[in-house]
C-alpha cells in the first residue's frame, strides 16, 4: 500500500520512540528547537487549475483510535490519527501547556502522539465511550457498511493529474442509504440537509475548503481552518454528535480516483460542547445512569481529558478548554443522491424532563 508523506512520518516517528524504549516519551524534554512540519499535511505545491469533473467520495471505514488502520486493536493506535494541531511536541514535563482542568496532572493527557500529533479524544475519550458501546471502530464502520450513514467529501476540479492548487471541496452529511453499499462508483448517496445553506441546492454546502490542494496525490482541506462541523457517529443505533472546529482533513487519492486511503480528520472538541454532547448519549443509552453519581464521574473524565484551548492554541496562562481529536479513514467514490428529509431526534438528555405523551 502506498504510504503518503503523513503516513511516512508517523512512521519514522513511532519506530524511533520503540527503539527509545517504553515510557522514554515521557522521560525525555521535548527538543529545543521543535520541527514545526513534524505531524502536518504536505503543503501546497505550485498554482494549477483543476481540469476534471471531480469526485465525491464517502467514507467507507472510520478508526476512531481504538484499532490501527488495518482495523487492529493495537495499543497506542490513537498516536496515529491527528496533526500536530498546536505546532508543539509535548510531553508530561512541557511547561508552555494549557493548564489542566480539575487537578488533572500533566500525565493524564499527555504525551502527543507521533511527531506531536494531538488527539487526547482517541487517547482517553474512545475507551470511555467503548464501555458504554463496546468496539466503537468496528461498529461504526459496521453501521456504514450497512448503509445507515457517512460523511462525503466532494472535490470539484478533481482530475487525472497528481497535483492542483486550488480545488473547491465540499463536504456533506450522508443519509441513509436504504441498501448496503455496493462501493463500484454508482452508490447514489443521500445528503442530509442539516449541512446545507438551501434546503434545496445541492451545491449549497455549509462546509466549503475553498483553498484545498493535491500534492503528489495527497489531497489536505488546506493550509489552516476556522470550519468547524458536526461529526455524527451511529454506534449500535446510537448516534454520538462531535462537534469539531478547526477541521483540517488529509487523504490519499488512488490514482484511478475510485479510492481513499490514510484519511485524517483533527481538529478540536470545545469541552463544554462535547459535555452536553454526551450528557444526550448517555441518557439514551441507559436513562437510569442520568440518576446516580456515574453520570457526574464520567463527565468529569471527559473534562479532564481537555489538552488545549479552543482556538487550537496553548497558552500556559489559560485552563484547557478543549479535546484535540484524530480520526483515520478510508473512502470510496459515490455519486451525490437525493437530499434526504431532516432527521428525527431521540433521546432525552440527562437532566431533562421526558416529553408529555398525554
Excluded: H
Excluded at 515521557?26 to 469526485?55: C, I, K, M, N, R
Excluded at 450497512?146 to 487525472?160: P, S
Excluded at 448496503?180 to 454546502?205: M, R, T, Y
Aim: hydrophobic share 35%; with cysteine.
Amino acid at each position: 500500500m502506498r504510504l503518503s508523506r503523513i503516513a511516512v512520518a508517523v512512521y519514522l516517528a513511532t519506530a524511533l520512540l520503540s527503539v527509545a524504549g517504553c515510557g522514554s516519551d515521557e522521560a525525555t524534554p521535548p527538543p529545543a528547537e521543535q520541527d514545526v512540519d513534524l505531524g502536518q499535511p504536505p503543503g501546497p505545491g505550485p498554482e494549477q487549475a483543476g481540469d476534471g469533473e471531480g469526485v465525491a467520495f464517502a467514507i467507507d471505514r472510520l478508526f476512531l483510535g481504538d484499532t490501527d488502520r488495518n482495523g487492529d486493536k493495537v495499543p497506542g493506535s490513537w498516536k496515529q490519527f491527528g496533526f500536530n494541531i498546536d505546532g508543539k511536541v509535548s510531553s508530561t514535563i512541557s511547561e508552555d501547556l494549557c493548564k489542566p482542568v480539575d487537578g488533572a496532572a500533566p500525565s493524564d493527557v499527555y504525551p502527543d502522539g507521533a511527531g506531536g500529533i494531538d488527539n487526547s479524544f482517541g487517547n482517553k475519550l474512545v475507551s470511555l465511550i467503548a464501555t458504554l458501546l463496546p468496539e466503537p471502530s468496528t461498529k461504526v464502520s459496521d453501521a456504514i457498511a450497512n448503509g445507515d450513514f457517512t460523511v462525503i467529501l466532494k472535490v470539484d476540479g478533481l482530475g487525472a493529474q497528481s497535483s492542483y492548487n486550488p480545488l473547491t471541496a465540499k463536504l456533506y452529511g450522508g443519509a441513509t442509504l436504504g441498501t448496503a453499499p455496493v462501493w463500484n462508483g454508482s452508490d447514489k448517496w443521500p445528503v442530509v440537509p442539516e449541512l446545507l445553506e438551501d434546503a434545496q441546492d445541492i451545491e449549497s454546502a455549509k462546509v466549503v475548503f475553498p483553498a484545498s490542494y493535491v500534492v503528489d496525490n495527497t489531497w489536505v482541506s488546506g493550509p489552516e481552518s476556522q470550519v468547524t462541523f458536526k461529526l455524527n457517529l451511529t454506534i449500535s443505533g446510537t448516534t454520538i454528535g462531535l462537534t469539531i472546529r478547526n477541521v483540517r482533513i488529509a487523504m490519499d487519492i488512488e490514482p484511478d480516483r475510485t479510492s481513499v486511503v490514510n484519511g485524517t480528520i483533527a481538529g478540536v472538541l470545545e469541552t463544554a460542547v462535547l459535555v452536553e454532547e454526551l450528557r444526550s448519549v448517555i441518557g439514551a443509552i441507559q436513562p437510569t445512569f442520568c440518576e446516580g453519581a456515574g453520570l457526574d464521574t464520567t463527565l468529569d473524565q471527559v473534562r479532564r481529558a481537555s489538552d488545549i484551548l479552543k482556538d487550537g492554541s496553548q497558552d500556559p496562562g489559560q485552563e484547557c478548554n478543549a479535546i484535540s481529536i484524530g480520526i483515520g479513514f478510508t473512502a470510496r467514490q459515490v455519486q451525490l443522491g437525493e437530499i434526504a428529509p431532516p432527521a428525527e431526534t431521540s433521546g432525552v438528555p440527562c437532566g431533562e424532563a421526558p416529553p408529555d405523551e398525554g
